[in-house]
C-alpha cells in the first residue's frame, strides 16, 4: 500500500490552489505543517478543516504539509481528499463540501447554448469567477485540459466546485473523458445537480447508451431524479457519419456539439481558418442534428486574441444554422453573443410573426398567415426563438408587445 | 520617544497618537474641517552673489555635495520617485552619510520603493532614524514588525506638498535625480538614459529645502530647457555614472492586463461612467497605469467612439494608451503626474498638448484651488474597503504596511470616485466591517465595482438615481460582502496587533486619519 502521497508539485506557486504532501504513519498523532498566504486572516479555519477531514476518514496518524496559495475551502478539502485517496485507492467515503442553495438551479432543454465557457477541471483559479462573465454554458472540463496523471484530483476538485460555485445560472456542464473511461468520471459528477454532459469523441449511439445506464445506475442508487442532458461532440469521421444516430439515439441529447481540431486530424488534413476542409461535416452535422431536434453547435475559435476573427467565425457559423460556439477565454462570449443576436431585419420579421401566430392563435384559427403568405409551424418556432434572442440581448424592450 | 504619545479619538472613530516622533499633531476633523493659518514656510534668504558667477555649480560627488550643504546628525533629506523602483540616487545618498557617519536622520522620500530596500541597513545602523514617506515592500515590512526607530508617517503626495508647505516638515537637503541636467542646475526628465518623463514630485523639495542638490547622469551645457526643476533653487550639481536602470524606470511597453476578472471590473467601470452620464462632451477623467486602471482607460475609448464623446483632460499617470487618446483627438490634454512609459515621455517631450503637472497644481492643499476637484471622474484602487465605503490602501488585511498612498487620498476629490476592485483576492475579502487602516473617509468614496456587483454610496442619490433601469448590478454593498465572505469561508481572522504604533497615516490637511500598529509574528 503506497503510505505517502503528493498533491500538487511541493514548492511550486498557483494562486487560489495548495500543494499536499501526505504521509501516513503508525504513531504520533495528525501533525499539520501549514504554510500559508492567508495564515492570519484563515490559518485557524484551514487547521479545522484538516483535522476534520482525515478525522472522517479515519486517519489517526500522519504528517500533512500544506503549501497554500490562497485556496478556497472546497479546494483545500478536494486537495486533502485526493491525497488520502492517493495512500487508499479503495476508500468508498467522500468527504463532501456542503451543497450551497445558489448551485441547486435548474436548466431546460430548449435554453440557449450560444456560448459555453470550457474552464480546465484542476486549476481553481479559473473556476471561480467563471459563472460571471454571462456564458450560456460553463464546462468543467475533466479531458484535454488535465494531465493524465491528475485525472482523479480533478474528478474530486469538479465535484466540490459543483456543490460550491455559484455559475450565475449558466448551465452546470462537464466534459467527460472518451467512452470508455470517461464512465468513471460519471460517478463524481452525476449526483451534484449537473446539468449537462459533453461526450467527446463520440462515435456511435452505443456510447450514449453507455453513459445513460451509468447515470441510471448511480441516480438510483443515490434516489435521484433529475434528468441530465448530453451534447456529444462529434470529431471523426465515423462520428460525422454517424451524426443523426448519436443525436436520435436517446430523449436526453439536447445538442451536437462538432470538434474541429480532432476531425481534420483525423481525415489527414489541417485546420483552416477559411474551414473548406470542414464544410461537409459542418453541414452534415447541422442537418443531423436540425433532423434530430437538438441543437448544432459549433467548435471553439482558439486565437483568443483576435476578436474580428471570431466575430466572422461565428457569423458564418450562424449563416451555416449552427446556433451555439466553444469558447476557451471569457472575452470571447460577449463577442459571440453579439454575432448570434439576430439583425434589426430578423427582429421586425419575426415580431410580425409573433403578433400574427398570437393573433391566429386567439381566434381559433389553424392557418397563420403574414399578408398573403402562409407561415408554417417551423417558421413560427424559429421566430419566437429570435424574439427571445433578441430580448436577451437588449435590442428589444421585454414589454414589447406594447409598445407595437 | 515612542510611549510618549497619547492616544485620541480622531472624527472617524479611529485612535490616533497627538505626539508623532516627538512634534505634536492634530487628530482628523472631518474632510474640510481643518484650516491652518499663519504664513507658509520658507527656505532662507540665498543671495546671488555667494553662487559661482559662471553659473557653474558641479561638485565631485554627492558625499562632497552633502558636506557643502552642511549635513549633521537629525537632518531631514528628502529625494523625489520618478526613476521608481530603478532608482539609484536614494541609495547613494544614504551610502555617502553613513561613509560620513552622520546619524539619526529622517529620510523623506516622495514615495519609496522595493529596489530601496537596503535603507534597511540604514535604518539598523542608526544612520537613518526614520522614513516618512511611503514604505512600499521590503521597508513597510521592517516597519510593520517594530524595527524603525521612530514612527513612520505617510502623506499623499498633495499632504507631502502641504506639509512641506505649512512647515509641518522642513526639509534640510534635498537630493534630486535629474535624468538631464545643466551646471547650473536645470533639469528635467525628458531626455537622458535615465528619462522619467516629469520631475513634478520634486518640486516641492526645490523650492522649500534649504540646500538642493542635483544629482544627473547626463550633464549638458546650459540651458538645459524645459527646466522642470529650476536651477535657481539649486545649490549643487553632482555628475554620477548612472542614477537609475532605465528599464526599472519606464517600460518599454505598457502592457493591459490579461486577466479576465480584472478585465470585467474595468469594463463595468467604464460601462458605469458611460451610463451614469459621467462621460459626455468636455468631460475630464484620471487613470492610472495599473492593470484594471489601464483597462478602463481602453474600455472608455472604445465607448468614447461609440458614443462620439471628446475629453477636455485627461490625468495620468500617462501610457502610450493616454497618448493614442491624445493624438486621435479624443482629449484636448493630458495632465501628467508620472509618466510611466516610453510613449509617454516621448509625448510629453514632443506634444505641447501632454503637459506635466506636479502635486501643487494637481492636489495641494494649501493650494487657491487644485485641479483634484475638477476632475468629473477617476478610478482608484484599494486593499480593503468597509460597509460605510471607508476605504484603505496601505496596510494588507494580516497589518502588515505595503503601500503608500500616493495621490490616492488626494484623487478622492474628483466628482466621482469608483473604486474598481476584486471582491476578494486569494481567498481574503476586500469589502469589510472595518478596514484595518482608514486611508480614505468613505464619504469621498462614491462607488466601489467588484467583478460581483457595484455598490452606490448611499450619499450619492443623484448616482442611485441616474443607475435605476441599468442592466449594471447595482447591489447593496452588505449583500456584496456577505456573498464574498460566504465564498471565502467566513469572515477573516484580524491580525495580532501590539501596542506599538509604527505609523501615522495623515489626511491631505495633515491631520491624523488613522495609524498603523506593531504586528506580532
Sequence with gaps: ?404 | MNNEYKLVRNALGRMVPTIINGKKAVPYQGVGKYRPTGRKAAPPISTCIDYPADGNKVVNDIKTALQKAGIKDGMTISTHHHLRNGDYVANMVFDACAELGVKDLMWFPSASFPCHSQQIKHLESGVIHHIEGSMNGPLGEFASYGKMKGMGVLRSHGGRYQAVQDGEVHIDIAVLAAPTADPFGNANGLTGDAACGLLGFALADSQYADKVIIVTDNLIDFPCYPWQIQGNYVDYVVVVDKIGDASKIVSGTTQITKSPDRLLIAEMAARFVKESGIMKNGFSFQGGAGGTSLAFAIFLKDFMIEENVKARFVRGGSTKYLVDMLEQGLTDYILDGQTFDLEGVRSMRENPRHADTSPFTSYNYHGKGNFATMVDTVVLGATEVDVNFNANVVTHSDGRLLHGIGGWQNCLFSRCTILPIPSFRDRIPVIRDEVTTISGPGELIDVIVTERGIAINPLRKDLIEQMKGSNLPIRDIIEIKEEVEEICGGQPDPPKLGNKIIAAIKWVDGTVIDCVRQVIE
Design chain 1, 1 to 404: 500500500m503506497n503510505r505517502v502521497s503528493t498533491v500538487g508539485i511541493m514548492g511550486s506557486k498557483l494562486r487560489s490552489d495548495c500543494n499536499i504532501s501526505l504521509k501516513i504513519t503508525d504513531l504520533g498523532g495528525i501533525r499539520i505543517n501549514l504554510k500559508s498566504k492567508v495564515a492570519v486572516e484563515y490559518g485557524r479555519s484551514i487547521m479545522a478543516l484538516v483535522k476534520d477531514e482525515l478525522e472522517f476518514f479515519d486517519i489517526k496518524n500522519a504528517e500533512i504539509e500544506i503549501e497554500d496559495f490562497g485556496a478556497l475551502a472546497f479546494v483545500l478539502s478536494a486537495r486533502i481528499e485526493t491525497a488520502v485517496r492517493r495512500c487508499f485507492p479503495d476508500t468508498k467515503k467522500e468527504f463532501l463540501p456542503e451543497f450551497s442553495d445558489k448551485c441547486l438551479y435548474k436548466t431546460s432543454r430548449e435554453r440557449f447554448r450560444r456560448s459555453r465557457l470550457y474552464v480546465p477541471g484542476n486549476f481553481p483559479k479559473l473556476m471561480i469567477n467563471a459563472g460571471l462573465y454571462g456564458a450560456d454554458g460553463i464546462i468543467l472540463d475533466l479531458e484535454d485540459s488535465v494531465a493524465p496523471t491528475e485525472k482523479d484530483a480533478a474528478q474530486i476538485l469538479v465535484r466540490n466546485a459543483l456543490r460550491r460555485i455559484d455559475f450565475h445560472n449558466a448551465e452546470r456542464m462537464v466534459r467527460i473523458n472518451q467512452i470508455p473511461r470517461g464512465l468513471d468520471d460519471l460517478k463524481f459528477i452525476v449526483p451534484h445537480n449537473l446539468h449537462l454532459i459533453l461526450i467527446p469523441k463520440c462515435e456511435h449511439p452505443e456510447q450514449i447508451h453507455q453513459v445513460n445506464e451509468k447515470i441510471k445506475e448511480i441516480m438510483e442508487a443515490k434516489g435521484l431524479k433529475e434528468e441530465i442532458y448530453l451534447m456529444p461532440i462529434i470529431e471523426s469521421a465515423l462520428g460525422v457519419l454517424n451524426a443523426y444516430e448519436i443525436a436520435s439515439c436517446a430523449d436526453n441529447v439536447v445538442a451536437l456539439a462538432i470538434g474541429l481540431e480532432d476531425y481534420t486530424a483525423d481525415i489527414g488534413t489541417k485546420r483552416t481558418n477559411e474551414g473548406k476542409e470542414s464544410i461537409w461535416a459542418r453541414m452534415r452535422l447541422v442537418n443531423a442534428a436540425v433532423a434530430a431536434g437538438v441543437q448544432p453547435i459549433d467548435t471553439v475559435f482558439s486565437d483568443v486574441t483576435d476578436m474580428q476573427g471570431l466575430r466572422e467565425s461565428v457569423l458564418e457559423a450562424k449563416s451555416l444554422g449552427f446556433v451555439g460556439k466553444g469558447c476557451i477565454h471569457p472575452r470571447q462570449i460577449k463577442v459571440i453573443h453579439k454575432a448570434f443576436a439576430p439583425t434589426p431585419e430578423e427582429i421586425e420579421k419575426a415580431k410580425k410573426i409573433v403578433l400574427a401566430y398570437e393573433s391566429a392563435k386567439k381566434k381559433g384559427l389553424a392557418v397563420i398567415s403574414l399578408g398573403s403568405k402562409m407561415i408554417d409551424p417551423p417558421v413560427v418556432k424559429r421566430a419566437i426563438r429570435t424574439v427571445e434572442l433578441a430580448k436577451n440581448n437588449n435590442l428589444l424592450d421585454r414589454d414589447w408587445r406594447n409598445n407595437e
